[in-house]
Nanobody
């Protein structure tokens, strides 16, 4: 059965960096679009970044220039490097996978598999 397991969350000061990782199993990882979403208390789930099977990358407006998504098809992992973190980046971050087209990347409803989430807190 398909499984996504995130790691790397934690507490970081504003301006700091953090790297999230997601290990995938149980599906053909290399064929899937992999994405990161986040959800803060009282808010909707927000698109952060996605990388499709061609390795083309897409980002939400609020993280462009600060976050970088990458994938390793040999290890079935996807990574989110987060730099210049701000307090408003505080949220639970979720890894997601699906057979998602480029026009549907930011819609969480189109992703088939989800991780359990990892907390990121940006605070001094």
């Amino acid at each position: 059965q398909a499984q996504l397991v995130e790691s790397g969350g934690g507490l970081v000061q504003p301006g700091g960096s953090l790297t999230l990782s997601c290990a995938a199993s149980g599906f053909t990882f290399s064929s899937y679009t992999m994405g990161w979403f986040r959800q803060a208390p009282g808010k909707d789930r927000e698109f952060v970044a996605a990388i499709i099977w061609t390795a083309n990358r897409y980002y939400g407006d609020s993280v462009t220039g600060r976050f970088t998504i990458s994938r390793d098809n040999a290890k079935n992992t996807v990574t989110l490097q987060m730099n210049s973190l701000k307090p408003e980046d505080t949220a639970i971050y979720y890894c997601a996978g699906g057979l998602v087209s480029r026009t549907e990347l930011s819609n969480p409803a189109h992703y088939e598999y989800w991780g359990q989430g990892t907390q990121v807190t940006v605070s001094s």
